[in-house]
């Protein structure tokens, strides 16, 4: 199908026919108005500044608010690890202090395996709760209600009754649940003496039990953030201390886990530093909010400024060739690199007002704050591919990227139905012989560093062969999947992705219009430079008024041949 043409009214020296009323001459070149007023629109900021003189505002706007985004968040980023840092070191701490014989790395494999190993792990966590304010090297601390402190709680699961003869194969179960728990005070200093041979006279039935839990909260404060000039933080971590016996193995598991909530110190003082430093992070956090604020706004006025050319070209086409504008045509008008820039900028706003809070010890919300302070950057890095864009090697990247998106959803959706079935059927079949096959989660991550050829040798060699038939299997489940994904599947992804690449290869070099929008607009032959857009900015347009007398067939006739 050819492309329509739209003939240019006026010859190459800018004179109209001289057998054209001036009426005529008037509406022709309103139409040739407009063709610029399109032109002019998707011109790139160094193109406009050529045409009108316009300087590049939103683009210097951009590539500021890329470098301060991007200060701020390498800032942010320093002192939010002296947090996770705090976190992870408390951890390894308490494991040390609360775990009998704990090492480094055995977080895993750490148990108990006799029931007088079961009693002496236990009663060493509460004697060393106890005994905490000693031992400790570390500024930790009990939390206080009131005037009392906050008891160790020490609970056990177990089934509700039950009789369990493994000898004879028999058991009777009830499956209901009991807790039983007890508070232990650190007042008192706990010591296990044989007439108290269990601790706080706990007695474990090891047949009917399930775990025992012990809670407990420490206070701390993190004093390394002095050093930065910033105020410390207040921590709570509420410790869990898990005896884990379901499985009725002879293994019972030990856990230490945490959970950290951090709070705004209550009573501070700090001498020997300046306020300022902390001062200048508010300005210049204060500085981007401003900056993203104009930038959100200057493409919001963008977002309207095209969708009112939207409905003014359709309007124009509608009355003056009578045809319906398709909407592929009409999206050309929605700029989505706008809506990426304005999501980038109000996540940031919001990002930097939270900081700007946990800053000066209102809020402690340092996971919110990364989110949207990381979500923020990397949009409005992404954002940047827009400028790139005007570079003609740049721009066809950016044209194979946006022209291969929907093929490359569907076939996504097609291979996402192939790959599902392989980690249901892994996991239910290679779950018991094979680590990486216990969760679907690992299932789906052992599956996909395969496609990408990691660890591949590893996921043969773990597989168990306790059972043979099941053994065959693996290898068989694991060379199609590889076979299939690697030679198949990717290659067909990088062939859809190539073939694009070269279609608008061939389009560019033929330079040939790929709708009706830039057929009508290829029309207008004026350069940037050219002089006609300084007069189209200084005209009224009075293509509105000229819309009424399009659809004259002499005006048609005169307009289109």
Request: glycine share 4%.
């Amino acid at each position: 199908m050819e492309e329509p043409t739209y003939t240019s009214v006026n010859d190459p020296n800018g004179n109209a026919p001289p057998f054209w009323s001036d009426s005529q001459h008037s509406q022709l070149e309103a139409v040739e108005s407009f063709r610029r007023k399109l032109k002019f629109f998707f011109m790139n900021p160094c193109e406009k500044y050529k045409a009108r003189g316009r300087k590049p505002w939103k683009l210097l706007l951009q590539i500021i608010k890329t470098a301060i985004i991007t200060i701020q968040l390498v800032s942010f980023g320093l002192s939010n690890q002296m947090v996770v840092t705090f976190k992870e070191e408390n951890l390894m701490t308490f494991r040390h202090l609360f775990l009998k014989g704990y090492t480094d790395g055995s977080a895993n494999t750490y148990a108990v395996y006799s029931q007088k190993d079961m009693y002496d792990h236990i009663g060493y966590v509460i004697e060393q709760f106890a005994d905490l304010q000693n031992i400790s090297v570390g500024n930790h601390a009990y939390e206080k209600t009131g005037l009392a402190y906050t008891p160790l709680v020490l609970c056990q699961q177990s089934y509700r009754n039950g009789s369990i003869l493994p000898g004879n194969e028999t058991f009777d179960i009830d499956a209901g649940v009991d807790v039983e728990c007890v508070e232990i005070y650190p007042a008192a200093p706990f010591q296990q003496t044989p007439i108290n041979k269990y601790p706080a006279n706990l007695t474990l039935d090891f047949k009917r039990l399930l775990a025992v839990n012990i809670n407990f909260t420490l206070k701390a404060i993190n004093l390394q953030t002095v050093q930065n000039h910033e105020l410390p933080d207040c921590y709570d971590f509420d410790i869990m201390i898990t005896f884990n016996n379901k499985a009725h193995s002879g293994r019972i598991k030990v856990d230490l886990d945490q959970n950290v909530e951090i709070k705004e110190c209550k009573d501070w003082n700090v001498t020997g530093t300046s306020p300022r430093n902390l001062l200048y992070i508010i300005f210049f956090d204060t500085i981007i909010i401003l900056t993203c604020l104009t930038s959100l706004i200057l493409c919001s006025r963008s977002v309207v400024s095209g969708i009112k050319l939207q409905f003014e070209y359709t309007n124009f086409f509608a009355t003056c060739y009578d045809k319906t504008v398709p909407w592929s045509d009409r999206m050309e008008f929605i700029n989505g690199w706008y809506f990426l820039i304005i999501v980038s900028d109000s996540l940031t706003i919001i990002g930097s007002i939270i900081k700007i809070e946990i800053q000066i010890k209102d809020v402690t919300s340092y996971d919110i704050c990364s989110i949207l302070l990381g979500t923020g950057t990397m949009l409005v890095w992404i954002g940047g591919l827009r400028y790139m864009g005007y570079f003609r090697k740049y721009n066809i990247l950016i044209l194979t990227l946006r022209a291969a998106f929907p093929n490359v959803i569907r076939f996504c959706c097609c291979a996402a139905m192939i790959y599902l079935g392989y980690c249901f059927c892994g996991w239910i079949v290679l779950g018991p012989y094979h680590e990486k096959f216990r969760t679907l989660n690992t299932v789906s991550e052992c599956l996909f560093s395969l496609i990408n050829g990691d660890d591949m040798f590893p996921t043969f060699k773990d597989m168990q062969v306790k059972s043979y038939m099941v053994w065959l299997y693996s290898r068989i489940y694991l060379y199609t999947f590889v076979s299939l994904f690697i030679y198949m599947v990717l290659s067909l992804f990088i062939t859809l992705i190539t073939d694009t690449y070269e279609t608008i290869k061939h389009q560019q070099q033929d330079g040939s219009p790929g709708s009706e929008l830039h057929a009508f607009m290829s029309e207008c032959k004026d350069s940037p430079d050219s002089g006609h857009y300084r007069k189209d900015k200084k005209r009224t347009n009075c293509l509105l008024c000229c819309l009424p007398q399009c659809r004259s067939n002499d005006y048609q006739e005169r307009l289109q041949n």
